[in-house]
């Protein structure tokens, strides 16, 4: 038999244990959010002096070292904007057969198995991937074309990951109503369904669009070249991007040092670009939660 006693000692050994773990947590969360304010305001701090509108409006020249980076945002929009066009309805349509038909099947939980496996591949793999199937065995080469459809690849994991997550949060009862009402299957999925969890949906798209802006690895094999002057005319044009030309300038330029704020600048571009491409998607996102709040 249990006294009062014990009682209160397991009670403050339980609540000893969740201060414990709140107060870890509290120090991890703190960390990770002092490390990244650490590096914006790095990156703020020596990236700032080398905007200007010539930066971002004009093409390198001078090997690199002067001139701007219009062609590398102009490529890294085409590409990141391409890959979740083509990933985003692809990442969809297969959540919903996964959640909506296929349900707990053996072979659903296979698919599910091998979207979580890639979802933590390395880049690279993607990369290489993507340089056999796209640019040689396709024919498409080194171009807009090879990238976005790599990188559409690389973000498709993660996106339908989203989406399964974001159909399952819808209540079963939305279902139940609309059939009852007389609806098919693919009238509730299309009308009911995927308006209710398209607000859950856009988060897989802002964290597959910013994976796809700061890729290097899967790119610099596809579709990014050293330097380009010239925005590109076709989707089979290489292009410039802010990812890959960082890397050129820290490793391969012809004077590093000289070129060390423009490494900064870019660095610092780069970031405003995902920031701005992510809040506008949150906006998107938090439009359609009101407007499914109203209904």
């Given amino acids: 038999m249990y006294t009062e006693g014990d009682t209160v000692a397991r009670n403050r050994r339980r609540s000893w244990k969740e201060g414990s773990m709140f107060l870890l947590l509290r120090s991890a969360t ?6 990244l304010a650490g590096t914006c305001a790095f990156l703020a701090w020596q990236g700032i002096p080398a905007l200007s509108w010539e ?33 985003f309805p692809l990442g969809v349509a297969s959540a919903v057969y996964l959640h909506e038909y296929a349900g707990g099947s053996p072979f659903a939980r296979f698919i599910r198995l091998g979207v979580n496996n890639l979802a933590g591949v390395p880049s690279v793999v993607f990369g290489l991937f ?5 640019v040689i065995f396709c024919g498409f080469g080194v171009s807009i074309l090879s990238g976005i459809l790599t990188l559409a690849v690389l973000t498709l994991p993660v996106i339908i990951s989203t989406a399964e997550e974001s159909l399952r ?60 002057p ?9 292009v410039m991007a802010l990812p890959y030309h960082i890397y050129v300038l820290a490793t391969a330029g012809q004077d590093i040092e000289k070129t060390r704020p423009l490494q900064y ?11 701005g491409i992510n809040v506008l998607a949150i906006l998107i996102r938090d439009r359609l939660q009101q407007r499914n709040a109203r209904t």
Avoid: H
């Fill in 169 to 228: 949060a819808v209540p079963r009862t939305y279902r139940e109503a609309s059939l009852a009402l007389g609806a098919t299957k693919p009238q509730t999925i299309a009308r009911v369904v995927l308006p209710a969890a398209l607000p859950g949906m856009l988060t897989g798209a802002i964290l597959g669009v910013a994976r796809a802006a700061g890729e290097t690895a899967a790119i610099m094999f596809t579709a990014a070249v050293f330097f380009t």
């Fill in 55 to 87: 930066f971002v409006s004009q093409a390198p020249r001078a090997m690199m070292t002067e001139g701007g980076i219009w062609p590398c945002i102009a490529g890294t929009a085409l590409l990141s904007l391409g890959a979740l066009g083509v990933a």
């Fill in 130 to 134: 993507g340089m056999a199937f796209f």
């Fill in 265 to 275: 600048g870019t660095s610092l571009v780069l970031i405003l670009l995902v920031l």
């Fill in 230 to 238: 010239r925005l590109p005319d076709s989707p089979f044009s290489a």
């Fill in 30 to 35: 703190t960390i990770n959010i002092l490390a």
